[in-house]
């Protein structure tokens, strides 16, 4: 009982110290070493291991963050270890399944016995191994305890207790790994902020460089100070204590060194050479940065690339980039270091360039200021001539548009007073045979012969006659008034008050005479309800427009067909579709249908307005848009969206 006793009071000396060391212990493997030694205090455990799993997520992978065997040769520490399968690693079994594994080795050795090769060490007289728990249950990894020994088993009681130890070591780790994590993510944070703080004052220097670049194309152009500014300005984001500027003269096919400045040569060796010499000629032939080393400057010369290299060779690293400007060739700037500890990469060769292409632009502004002026003058000149050309020909496409309107007008007369000629032939025959039979029927009267019958025939004669005359005339008088309303409204801009669907229909009426003959149905649904206080003249002359458009363009001669018409409220708009079952129209001609002029019947009835007027109508007069979709063999579909209310005066 006192041994049990005094274990006892070891054991939560032994927790007390796991959970003093979990407060004050920044580092996994020696808090381990803690409870490694505190557990030999307890229990026999000369062989000790902890296995973690992998923070990046990779299966079946652990670190052995501390290992102490008698036997087997430990892990690297810190090295990631890939178990094998749970059927083949005991390890792989305890956090997978994140259960406890007690085995002796007769147990092991019927493992192996079975077909399993069971571990990667030395067979152990007992094993024991629990796993490391984190609070959502997950497996943080396993603690494993073994002894190669048989007088050192472990009992009961041992693993009761060891599995008490696994707990306080995985909420300690728990904290550790956290923490561990923290001093990472730090750490991390820390370079990444070095690293943008760099960046950032590199970026600020570029752009305090560009700015300066820009600065000398605003002034005067003094070559004894801007080639040194431009040098210093440089010099801010790239190191060059060997600097040189190119100048491409395309008149001589010459190039120029303005600016020179070198660690080794007081002067360059030419101010001025043929192009196609050395390296400058080099890069404006390649037309592209070029960043070379000691060995790559050798090797480009053994190759015969470089035409008679001019200054010193002797160099460590070289960059060079063309002043390229809309592909066209002012120079080149050129940065050498002869030092080993001064080397570009391609960091330094992309700023470069980049400065390149902004010395370029400022060389351009200030070689074309004078040319610049010059153009100037002369576009103002001709935006006065190309404005008076415009204004012409607005005023000749309106007065065209203007001729269309009052074209499809006089076709509009035609049309009725061919349709009116009808009835009123009928009639003049209808008064010409009533007065020869009145006329007749005189005759029998003063003759006597006239009798019952005969009277009879002349009262049926007169009724067939009157019915006829009244059926043509009220013919003729619809025909008539649609007509003069129609025809007043397209010849007037004025807002009045209409009901939308009668007025479609005396638009339909108008238009008989077109469709007269031809087997097209025209089927209108448009409520009887819509009262619309708008411009009804461009109402009319868009359903014209459209009527006739499919008439010409969408239907052959002798083909059938359907015109739909459909109109409906919504809230304060009139949503209006017109649909035909034509031939339709391919894409590339349904983008150029609302173009002025633009018409796939020219010289056979299409002046290519038509549409165009429609368009401005819709979008200008109704205030509203217009869609239109078509597709070959699918005819031909316009959505219009127009307000029901024109707020404007209506006329009276």
């Avoid at 008439?551 to 739909?564: A, P, W």
């Avoid at 307005?609 to 699918?634: D, E, F, Q, R, W």
């Amino acid at each position: 009982m006192e041994s049990r006793l005094s274990r006892l009071e070891a054991v939560q000396s032994m927790l007390l110290e796991i959970g003093q060391k979990s407060s004050t212990c920044t580092d996994i493997a020696e808090f381990l070493q803690a409870v490694h030694a505190a557990l030999g205090r307890i229990m026999y455990a000369a062989n000790f291991y902890v296995a973690l799993s992998d923070l990046d997520g990779k299966p079946n992978a652990v670190r052995f963050v501390y290992f102490v065997d008698e036997l087997d040769e430990a892990p690297g520490r810190g090295e990631l270890v890939t178990l094998a399968s749970p059927d083949q690693s005991p390890t792989a079994w305890v956090i997978l399944n994140r259960q406890p594994l007690i085995m002796t080795a007769e147990e092991h050795n019927q493992h192996e016995q079975d077909g399993n090769k069971w571990g990667w060490g030395t067979t152990a007289e007992h094993w024991m191994g629990f796993p490391l728990m984190d609070q959502n249950h997950q497996a943080l990894g396993a603690i494993v305890i073994q002894s190669y020994d048989k007088e050192h088993t472990f009992s009961e009681e041992d693993e009761a207790l060891f599995s008490l130890i696994a707990n306080y070591v995985s909420s300690a780790l728990q904290g550790l790994q956290s923490m561990d994590r923290l001093e990472r993510a730090v750490h991390e944070r820390t370079a990444a902020l070095e690293f943008e703080v760099a960046e950032r004052r590199r970026a600020e220097s570029l752009q305090r460089a560009l700015y300066e670049i820009a600065s000398l194309s605003a002034g005067a152009w003094d070559t004894d100070t801007i080639w040194g500014q431009l040098h210093e300005a440089i010099s801010e984001v790239v190191t060059a204590r060997n600097f040189l500027i190119a100048l491409y003269q395309p008149s001589s096919n010459e190039i120029t060194i303005p600016y020179f400045i070198d660690e080794k040569d007081a002067d360059a060796p030419v101010k001025r050479f043929q192009y196609g010499v050395g390296m400058s000629s080099y890069i404006l032939k390649q037309r592209k940065p070029c960043l070379l080393d000691r060995d790559s400057y050798r090797e480009l010369l053994e190759k015969g690339e470089i035409d008679h290299p001019l200054g010193n060779e002797e160099i460590a690293s070289w960059m060079g980039a063309p002043m390229l400007l809309n592909d066209y060739a002012y120079g080149v700037l050129i940065v050498q270091s002869y030092d080993d500890s001064v080397i570009y990469g391609q960091s330094d060769l992309d700023i470069l360039a980049f400065m390149a292409n902004h010395v370029a632009v400022a060389i351009s502004r200030l070689q074309n200021e004078r040319a610049i002026r010059l153009a100037k003058e002369t576009l103002e000149e001709q935006n006065v001539s190309l404005n008076n050309a415009l204004h012409q020909l607005q005023e000749a496409q309106s007065e065209l548009v203007r001729q269309e309107k009052l074209a499809s007008l006089g076709r509009l007369v035609a049309g009725v007073a061919h349709e009116i000629n009808t009835p009123l032939g009928i009639c003049v025959t209808a008064t010409s045979h009533l007065v020869q039979e009145l006329k007749l029927t005189r005759e029998d009267l003063a003759a006597g012969t006239l009798d019952e019958e005969g009277l009879n025939q002349f009262f049926d004669i007169i009724d067939q006659s009157l019915r006829i005359m009244t059926t043509n005339t009220q013919r003729a008088a619809a025909l008539v008034r649609s007509f003069k309303q129609v025809a007043v409204d397209q010849s007037s801009d004025s807002v009045r008050s209409f009901n939308l669907r009668k007025y479609l229909d005396e638009v339909l009426l108008s238009l008989q005479p077109k469709l007269k003959g031809k087997p097209i149905v025209v089927d209108v649904d448009v409520p009887a309800d819509i009262q619309m206080e708008s411009f009804p003249g461009a109402v009319s002359q868009i359903i014209t427009n459209m009527v006739v458009n499919s008439l010409v363009h969408g239907y052959g001669d002798g083909q059938e067909g359907t015109i739909k018409i459909r109109g409906r409220i919504d809230g304060e708009h009139v949503l209006f579709d017109y649909s035909d079952d034509g031939i339709g129209m391919d894409q590339t001609t349904l983008a150029q249908l609302f173009d002025p002029f633009f018409t796939t019947k020219r010289g056979s009835g299409g002046s290519g307005l038509g549409a165009h007027i429609l368009y401005n109508l819709v979008t200008g007069a109704l205030g509203g848009t217009v869609k239109v979709v078509s597709a070959p063999g699918m005819g031909l579909h316009y959505s219009l969206k127009f307000p029901k209310v024109q707020h404007g005066k209506i006329a009276a």
